[in-house]
């Protein structure tokens, strides 16, 4: 089936401006995560929904940074007033439910260019 | 904190030989897993094996097999027969098994070039 999709594939802004993040996941995954993947901090976890219940939004680096799953399914990640160092690749993965014995499955990534 | 270590930035091996990439980690929670990821240049990480912390046999998968020492907290995997097509970043990771946590905490990954 469908694996995890994202869009755009790459992604050049300007410093200032907002950027939308999209994420498609696997049908009938109920959890969704976010990551972003930089060269200077590696792959960090910015925030996870599953099912109904509040995210964990404990990875966000900034309050630029916010994120909405909507209806369950597809997730935006917003990114406001764009910086230099928000220039990274954004991952996505979901997996059937939230729980360490489900392995999280990955799109191909965001690769966000702040000129 | 929890913390996952890979050591080994780059490595490289022969095609057909083996290799073994370490990692390493620490948490105070006894009920956990541990998997080892690949991501070739097209970015897409994919899951390669999974390991619960519970579970004294250490995992295999075809020619990718791990060596889980629980007390040395360490995680090691072994690549047997090595292919071109097994030349990307790998990253091990932790992810707690209970708690209001989905969230995986990566290795600062390692570097595998299979040369011909």
């Known amino acids: 089936g469908a694996g995890v999709s994202q869009s755009p594939s790459n992604k050049v802004t300007e410093k200032g401006k907002d950027v939308e993040l999209r994420c498609d996941p696997i049908?009938?995954?109920?959890?969704l995560y976010w990551y972003r993947q930089s060269l200077g901090q590696g792959l960090e976890f910015l925030i996870y929904?599953?099912?109904?219940?509040?995210?964990?939004k404990s990875g966000l680096p900034s309050d630029r940074f916010s994120a909405e799953r909507t209806g369950g399914s597809v997730s935006t990640l917003t990114i406001q007033r764009t910086q230099q160092e928000d220039s990274a690749v954004y991952l996505c993965?979901?997996?059937?439910?939230?729980?360490?014995?489900?392995?999280?499955?990955f799109g191909d990534g965001t690769r966000l260019s702040i000129l | 904190a929890q913390t996952v270590t890979q050591s080994q930035p780059e490595m490289s091996v022969q095609e057909a030989e083996t290799v073994t990439l370490s990692c390493t980690y620490d948490?105070?929670?006894?009920?956990?897993?541990l998997f080892w990821y690949k991501q070739p240049p097209s970015r897409q990480m994919i899951l390669v094996i999974r390991?619960?912390?519970?579970?004294?046999q250490n995992a295999t998968e075809n020619r990718f097999s791990v060596n889980f020492q629980k007390a040395a907290k360490s995680f090691s995997l072994k690549i047997s027969d090595s292919q071109l097509g097994d030349t990307a970043m790998y990253f091990c990771a932790l992810i707690h098994g209970s708690g209001n946590t989905g969230k995986l905490i990566f290795g600062q990954g390692t570097t595998l070039q299979v040369k011909p």
């Open positions: 390991q619960e912390a519970y579970k004294q």
């Open positions: 929904f599953q099912g109904n219940s509040a995210p964990d």
């Open positions: 948490t105070s929670e006894s009920n956990y897993y």
């Open positions: 993965a979901s997996s059937l439910v939230r729980f360490g014995n489900q392995p999280q499955h």
């Open positions: 049908s009938g995954h109920t959890a």
